[in-house]
């Protein structure tokens, strides 16, 4: 290794300069196995690369023999930087890369001994959407009730999992040979025969066409270390010291890969009188993450990895990183709070010497146009008077469906802002696709959006049939739809293709007609659009997660034209189509005045790795963070609970929590209750700018209003009393019906190959199944009054007002309601004070449970029941179908 150029070989006073004890210790440390327990906002990256550093200078290492994974490229490009600056420019030369560029490197080399040529392909995503179309086109596969989308998802999964096709074909379709012509298979005798059979045939086509997809990278790169044990002597030898970022996101496979290139199972040992990282004994590993932000178990990542690091490597030394570098302390003690809930997590506290800080800052908004018209304000406000820049500041939340009503306020302010990690609500392909129905229908003459909803749900209208339309559109100088109309007289069409023109046609017809007789609703002919179109039952009949994503962000277009229309006397189809059109054009406006940063928009999935001055965790009620599809799930629950410990991480100096009192949800608005994760937080670290939205009041108080409230949906209070509904009967946090209701699919046990691992193969399941998460629904559209979804006038006010006194009193007369009721008590006549950890209680619809927590909240006090098989679940104590025994 003499040809090496030349480094940079620090001292060792110069490398642990300016570090704490506990990041010099895990700097220095001398052994084979290093799990470095990174709190966030800790210095993990400062600490790995002084460790590579510290590794050369102090112990002689050359660059070529130290590996260092990074999950992303950015993260790659940033180690490199750092170690430029430490060791020179040859950190250029080094492998600092991410888990896929550094097995490209490996089966670029190596590749032909397991039948790869060092030109291989690699697919992308349309790459291999296209082939399995083309698959199961062949095959005789319903690509609408399987689609390539949901068919590559369990292909990426068994990958991820090293499960071989060889093995899966052999378990549930051994008769079936993978690169035989004219196969028509039609029916299969279960779905894991379908991904078996498909899989096996991709993959042969895949290596015909000497091609791999990105989870074949890591995959096949085990199937060489394995298979060959020369070729993984070599990268024994070479490598002596590997590094891995972000080890709590590594899936299986990724697992597996570490150790095969460590060589940690093959036993070997050092030469008699070698030190340190032998050169015939395994590579000397350190890992460095954090178990409470494994955020990413929807793609594969096992905690597991990390959690049993010491058991995969039993002489592991663990160095916690505690002290955090970027927040206050208020903020640290509400993110510790939230996490230490998690069972079964090692205790790690973070603390920080930058100060107390602010209190962090709530508020209760009645919907979400009000929550999101609030955070406009209060950004505004942080630019004008406290001095931050746009660029300090994001908002975070849990679902891109959330974005909309954002987007719209920070238009509507002039607040400039980007979205990361996601595209803009108008022009998601789902959204732009039920905007281009409305268009068509709204201006038969628009042949873009007509010509792209030929084929959309596909119905078999391809390159041909529109060539007929725009053929004879281009020769009669007319519109395609006119072409359409006058299907009949075009000559030479094909029986089938013009059926199925016809059919669209008809579809077309139909769809307009509807428009012209109520075109004062756009949220019906929204509805009518997404029902005989067949858009939404595409997604709704898909088994992959994202498509379940895309059937939310329908759902708020379907809100946003009711939004419309209750806020709009003179609503028409065409004006809603304006509004949209706005919005959409808006976001392509430049930037004005001195400031030309941007508010930062982002899911919290995405904003992980990322920190700001300031950061607005948006949504935070129960069913949307956390997710209504972890209520009943304790695993899943544990994941959300990381992922509020993340968003609350992100925030450097002023971290603000945002909920909901109503959602709108398919135009309906579904009442929403405050987040657990409120609850977790410590009463004295959140400043309430306002802590009940209107309807909570006057459920608690019957008024006590002050003149800087501001109230949405009157007309959803006046004439009935919201006392007499029962809220959260059917669930812990629900409000009709019963979370995770649904089925779950592909939930079995997949046995898993075994490369090696210590711990042999694992079961993984998955739920495929798209569970029924009920909210009852109050009104027809957003709870909002007036243009802006918001009342603020006295006037009005007054009116609400009077209208309680009168229902108070009728309710008084009637023995209704008693002026002298417990504000602790509901309903239902049960008081907190008579609850204790212990208790036994009979629910209707769970049966027989057990008191395990007790929090007294006056009216909105909360119980925690251990029911047994029906799992644990929170009540909100005055409405809860209960007694106690």
């Known amino acids: 290794m003499n040809d090496e150029p030349e480094v940079i070989r620090r001292s060792a006073d110069e490398l642990l300069a300016g570090l704490n004890e506990q990041q010099t210790e895990a700097v220095k440390y001398y052994g084979p196995a290093l799990l470095i327990a990174a709190g966030a906002g800790s210095g993990k ?188 002597a070599y990268y024994h030898h070479r490598f002596r010291y590997i590094l891995v970022d972000e080890y709590q996101d590594t899936n299986h496979a990724q697992y597996v890969l570490v150790r095969e290139l460590a060589g940690v199972d093959d036993k070997l040992t050092p030469e008699p009188g070698a030190v340190g990282a032998g050169k015939n004994g395994p590579a000397w590993i350190t890992v460095v993450g954090d178990s409470d932000q494994s955020i990413y178990a929807f793609r594969g990542a096992d905690i597991r990895n990390i959690q049993e690091f010491e058991k ?26 939230v996490i230490s809930l998690n069972p079964g997590r090692k205790p790690k506290k973070l603390w920080t010497a930058l100060g107390q800080g602010d209190k962090i800052i709530g508020y209760a908004a009645d919907n979400a146009q009000q929550e999101a018209s609030w955070i406009a304000t209060e950004i505004a406000r942080l630019a004008g008077e406290e001095g931050f820049s746009y660029a300090d500041i994001a908002i975070m939340y849990r679902a891109n469906a959330q974005s909309r009503s954002l987007e719209e306020a920070m238009i509507n302010a002039g607040i400039p802002y980007q979205l990361v990690g996601g595209t803009r609500f108008y022009e998601r392909r789902e959204v732009k696709d039920a905007m281009a129905y ?76 509807f428009a012209t007789n109520n075109d004062a609703k756009p949220s019906e002919i929204v509805a009518e659009v997404l029902d005989k179109s067949g858009l939404l039952a595409e997604l709704q009949q898909s088994t992959d997660p994202q498509d379940q994503t895309r059937v939310e962000n329908l759902s708020q277009l379907q809100s946003t034209a009711a939004e419309f229309e209750q806020n709009t006397p003179d609503a028409t189809l065409n004006g809603f189509l304006e509004t949209t059109a706005l919005v959409a054009d808006s976001d392509q406006l430049p930037d004005e005045g001195e400031d030309t940063g941007k508010v930062t928009l982002m899911t919290l999935h995405t904003a992980k790795g990322l920190e700001y001055p300031v950061v607005f965790l948006t949504g935070m009620e129960q069913g949307t963070f956390p997710h209504s599809r972890s209520i009943d799930n304790e695993s899943e629950l544990e994941e959300e609970r990381r992922l509020a410990y993340v968003g609350i991480t992100r925030a450097r100096q002023i971290l603000y929590v945002t909920r909901a009192a109503v959602r709108s949800q398919w135009g309906q608005a579904a009442e929403m209750m405050p987040s657990q994760f409120l609850d977790d937080i410590p009463a004295d670290l959140i400043d309430w700018k306002r802590k009940e939205t209107s309807t909570e009041k006057m459920r608690g108080g019957w008024g006590d209003f002050d003149d800087d409230d501001e109230f949405s949906g009157f007309e959803d209070f006046g004439g009935s009393s919201y006392g007499s509904k029962s809220y959260g009967s059917g669930s812990g946090w629900g409000s009709g019906s019963s979370y995770g209701s649904g089925s779950s699919y592909g939930s079995g046990s997949y046995g898993s190959k075994s490369y090696g691992s210590s711990r042999g193969s694992r079961s993984y399941g998955s739920d495929y199944g798209s569970k029924s998460y009920g909210s009852k629904s109050y009104g027809s559209g957003s709870s909002g009054s007036g243009r802006n979804g918001k009342v603020t006038t006295k006037r009005m006010k007054k009116q609400l007002l009077d209208s309680l006194t009168s229902a108070k009193k009728k309710a008084s007369a009637t023995g209704s309601a008693s002026a002298a009721e417990s504000s602790s008590a509901g309903g239902n006549g049960l008081n907190v004070a008579d609850f204790h950890e212990g208790d036994r209680i009979s629910h209707d619809q769970y049966g027989l449970g057990k008191v395990v927590g007790v929090q007294d909240k006056g009216r909105n006090s909360v119980i925690t029941v251990d029911f047994g098989s029906e799992g644990v679940k929170r009540l909100l104590l005055r409405v809860a179908p209960i007694e106690k025994l």
């Open 45 to 232: 990256t400062r600490v790995l690369t002084r460790r590579i550093a510290y590794i050369m200078g102090v112990g002689g290492v050359w660059p070529s023999q130290i590996l260092a994974i990074t999950f992303t490229n950015k993260a790659a490009a940033e180690m490199k930087q750092r170690l430029e600056t430490l060791i020179g420019p040859v950190a250029q030369r080094m492998w600092v890369s991410t888990f896929h560029s550094a097995c490209v490197r490996i089966l670029r080399r190596d590749g032909d001994r397991i039948g790869l040529k060092s030109g291989f392909s690699i697919y992308d995503t349309a790459d291999q959407q296209r082939l399995v179309k083309i698959i199961c086109t062949e095959m005789n596969i319903d690509v609408k009730r399987y689609t390539p989308r949901s068919i590559l998802a369990r292909i990426s999964d068994y990958k991820n999992n090293l499960q071989d096709w060889r093995t899966q074909l052999k378990e549930y379709a051994p008769q079936f040979k993978p690169g035989q012509r004219n196969l028509k298979m039609g029916s299969f005798g279960n779905v894991e025969e379908l991904y078996a059979c498909v899989y096996a045939e991709y993959q042969y086509r895949l290596a015909t066409a000497n091609a791999v997809d990105f989870d074949d990278l890591i995959m096949r790169t085990v199937e060489l270390l394995h298979d060959h044990p020369d070729v993984a």
């Open 312 to 337: 995969d490597f039993p002489n592991a030394k663990t160095i916690m990183l505690e002290q955090n570098y970027r927040s206050t302390q208020t903020i640290l003690d509400a993110a510790n709070k």
């Open 438 to 513: 409305l268009q068509a229908l709204a201006n038969p003459d628009d042949d873009v959006n007509l010509r792209r909803i030929l084929n959309v749900p596909k119905r078999g209208l391809g390159a041909r049939a529109e060539a007929v339309l725009t053929d004879y559109a281009g020769t009669h100088q007319t519109s395609a739809w006119e072409a359409l109309t006058h299907l009949d007289a075009i000559e030479g069409v094909p029986t089938r293709t013009a059926k199925l023109l016809g059919q669209f046609r008809d579809l077309m017809i139909g769809l307009r007609e």
